[in-house]
Structures are given as structure tokens and as C-alpha cells.
């Protein structure tokens, strides 16, 4: 009886314990990107270093509660979400650890990455402005502010305040101009609101498209899918306060988990991430921005021209989040 018993606990222990070892040829990554924007590029870090890469893909919220549940157990090596206000929140959580990498230094923008190096910017997401070519003079638009002027009174559409991309862009007005100015600009945007605010950014050109609105704010990337399917859909975009602060800009990144079992492959995969080879696969595969300076564009993100992003750090979407969120509450920004 004792012997089998010991047996049955041994096998039993053996089949619970974690490996003695960590997998050094293998790294798990939890991305709240979708599958078909990350595959590509993790096959091709994989062909180049043999370290293979297994993900788990979730909205970002989930995913974070996830690694902040499992703590030490986590099996994941890497966070990778969209939205600085997302990555700002996880370094805010403690899952993250922070990288001292002259590679990444080099290769991503000091105002695309964390201060403290817990997070880095792999990609560029520009909003700006949209607008019907039917019904507006692209000299009428200017900047984000003044989509809250009296002539644009029954013109606008706007996605929900609920969207992280919205509380990003306002909590960057907050870091410009102070609570009380963006206030009155968000509670402009509302009264000059053609419909209520709508669900997804490609409703709001969908909507200035039949002519419900004029103009609108939106990621680039949302009216290059649509540009593709429709080379002549009648919209266009403004690129906003080119002679104030630039466009409003936003990341998606990653950052290694604070008890990633294989630090050094998840560091070499965020350095080959913020390489130029992946820097233009990102591009290509989201019609984003590479976070590198001097990496090709697609051909179809060229084609919209160039613009002066706002440089402040995209750490400040996150810090300026809560505020941001309570601010759209008060204008009445649902
Ligand atoms: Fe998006």
C-alpha cells in the first residue's frame, strides 16, 4: 500500500511541478493585438532566431487581469496591447519590469516609450480629422480645438467618449491646455454633435459619408481599410494643429512581464520588433505608423502625406486618463 501510494504522489508531483528549467527557446506573449497583426511578425523572428513564440490573444483589460491573478505563475513573458493609456495602466499595476536597452533607446522616439522603460511603442496610431470632400473646403479646418467653433454647429460625429482612443486624445488636451479651456472645447464638440456619438470610428465615416455629419476625428488606419475597399469613397483626411502642438498620436507596444520566465528571449523579441525589418511589416499589415523614424511606409499611408505629430511623451494619456474620462462626463461627452 505505501509504496504504490508514494508512487501515485511522485507521478502526481511530476505531473504538477513546473520545469526545472525554463524553456529558453520559447516565449509567451499575452496580446491584446489580433492574431492576424502579430502571427507574421513572430513567424519571422521566429525563422531568424529559432525562438519560438506562443500567444494568447484577449482585449487588453482581461489580459491584465489575468496577469495580475496568476503573479508569479504567469507563463507570460510579454504584454502586448494598443493604447499608451492601456500600457501606462499596466506599468501602473506593477506586472511589468522595466528594460535598459540601447537598441530600443535608439530605434523608438523617447516620447513613444515609457520614461522608466516598462513599455515601449511598437507602432504609430495618428487621429485627426476627417471630412466629407463633398460638402467641406479643406481650408475651413484647422485643428481640434476649432471642430468646437459655432460654424460647424450640427456638422460633427464623434465616436464614444467610452473608447480609450477619445479619453487619450482629450487627456492630451488636459496636458496642453489645462482642465478648465479643454472643458469648454469638449462641451463645443457636443453642441455642434449631428448625431449621438457613435460606437466604432468607421460608423463616424460611414456617417459623414451619407451625409448625416461633415467632419469627424478618427484613426488613419480605419479610413485606410475603407479607402482600400473604395479607392473613391469621398472623404479625406486634415492632418490637426500643424501649427500648434501636431497631431494627436498613440502607440501600441509592449513591454516584459515583470516575472517572465525567459527575460532575455522576450528582450530579443522587442528589440527585433523595434527593428526596421518588423518596424515595416507593422505598417504594412495595420496601415499604422511605424514607431521608427526612417522605416519605407505602405504605399497607401504614404499616399496621405505628411504630418507633424504632437511630441509631448504618450505616457501622458495614461497619467491624464481618470481626469480625461471625468471631464467628457461633465461636457456631457457620452
Ligand atoms: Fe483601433
Request: proline residues 5%; aromatic residues 8%.
Amino acid at each position: 500500500m505505501r509504496p504504490a501510494l508514494s508512487f501515485v504522489t511522485a507521478l502526481l508531483a511530476l505531473a504538477l511541478a513546473p520545469p526545472l528549467v525554463a524553456d529558453d527557446d520559447q516565449i509567451t506573449v499575452y496580446s491584446a493585438r489580433q492574431e492576424h497583426l502579430i502571427k507574421p511578425l513572430f513567424d519571422r523572428f521566429t525563422e531568424e532566431t529559432g525562438i519560438r513564440v506562443r500567444y494568447v490573444t484577449d482585449n487588453a483589460g482581461p489580459l491584465l487581469a489575468r496577469l495580475k491573478a496568476e503573479g508569479r505563475n504567469t507563463p507570460a513573458d510579454m504584454l502586448m496591447t494598443v493604447d499608451a493609456g492601456n500600457l501606462w495602466q499596466a506599468a501602473e499595476e506593477g506586472v511589468l519590469n522595466s528594460v535598459d536597452s540601447e537598441t530600443l533607446r535608439s530605434n523608438i522616439p523617447g516620447y513613444l516609450r515609457d520614461p522608466d522603460g516598462q513599455w515601449f511603442g511598437l507602432s504609430v496610431r495618428a487621429r485627426t480629422i476627417i471630412y466629407s470632400t463633398e460638402r467641406v473646403d479643406p481650408d475651413e479646418l484647422s485643428t481640434y480645438e476649432a471642430l468646437a467653433e459655432p460654424e460647424w454647429e450640427g456638422r460633427l460625429c464623434l465616436r464614444t467618449s467610452r473608447k480609450v482612443y477619445n479619453q487619450s486624445l482629450v487627456a492630451m488636451m488636459i496636458a496642453r491646455h489645462g482642465e478648465e479651456k479643454t472643458q469648454e472645447i469638449v462641451e463645443g464638440w457636443v453642441d455642434n454633435l449631428a448625431a449621438s456619438p457613435f460606437s466604432n470610428d468607421t460608423s463616424v465615416m460611414q456617417a459623414i459619408e451619407a451625409g448625416q455629419c461633415d467632419v469627424g476625428i478618427v484613426n488613419t488606419y480605419y479610413f485606410g481599410r475603407l479607402q482600400k475597399d473604395d479607392p473613391d469613397i469621398p472623404l479625406a483626411l486634415h492632418w490637426a494643429n500643424q501649427d500648434e502642438h501636431g497631431v494627436h498620436v498613440n502607440v501600441s507596444g509592449a513591454g516584459i512581464t515583470r516575472h517572465a520566465g525567459n527575460p532575455e528571449g522576450a528582450r530579443k523579441l522587442l528589440e527585433w520588433l523595434s527593428g526596421e525589418e518588423a518596424q515595416e511589416m507593422f505598417g504594412a499589415l495595420n496601415l499604422e505608423y511605424p514607431a521608427s523614424e526612417d522605416v519605407p511606409l505602405n504605399d497607401l499611408v504614404a499616399a496621405w502625406g505628411e504630418f507633424d505629430p504632437d511630441t509631448i511623451n504618450v505616457s501622458e494619456a495614461g497619467r491624464l486618463q481618470v481626469p480625461a474620462v471625468m471631464l467628457m462626463d461633465r461636457a456631457g461627452y457620452r
